[in-house]
């Protein structure tokens, strides 16, 4: 049974930094590539960052771009998203989620229908 468990939200002033992380179990395939999503009060689900399965290549979306960073530890099962420079606009729950892809497309991974496995969210409060 596949899980995926994030930690490390909470509530900060805008300016603030803060690392997300999410522990994956029962992924018995490497050739998973992760990712997280957000999702605002009233608002859809929104993509923000993803990363291959290798950790070579990493996405964003633009609204991020510059002040977040994704990364990978394969041996641990572990992905993280480092928050920097954080606006009142990063609040929202934030998820992270698995799917099998060796795929160098933006596109593909920007698009939640494509992740099979989605973890519970945690809560991320920017106060301005």
């Known amino acids: 049974q596949v899980q995926l468990v994030e930690s490390g939200g909470g509530l900060v002033q805008a300016g603030a930094s803060l690392r997300l992380s999410c522990a994956a179990s029962?992924?018995?395939?490497?050739?998973?590539?992760m990712g997280w999503f957000r999702q605002a009060p009233g608002k859809e689900r929104e993509f923000v960052a993803a990363i291959r399965r290798s950790g070579d290549t990493t996405f964003y979306a633009d609204s991020v771009k510059g002040r977040f960073t994704i990364s990978r530890d394969s041996a641990k099962n572990t992905v993280a998203l480092q928050m920097n420079s954080l606006k009142s606009e990063d609040t929202a729950v934030y998820y992270c989620?698995?799917?099998?892809?060796?795929?160098?497309?933006?596109?593909?991974?920007?698009?939640?229908?494509?992740?099979?496995?989605w973890g519970q969210g945690t809560q991320v409060t920017v106060s301005s």
């Open positions: 029962g992924l018995t395939d490497s050739s998973y590539a």
């Open positions: 989620a698995a799917r099998l892809s060796s795929s160098y497309s933006y596109i593909t991974y920007a698009y939640a229908g494509n992740y099979a496995y």
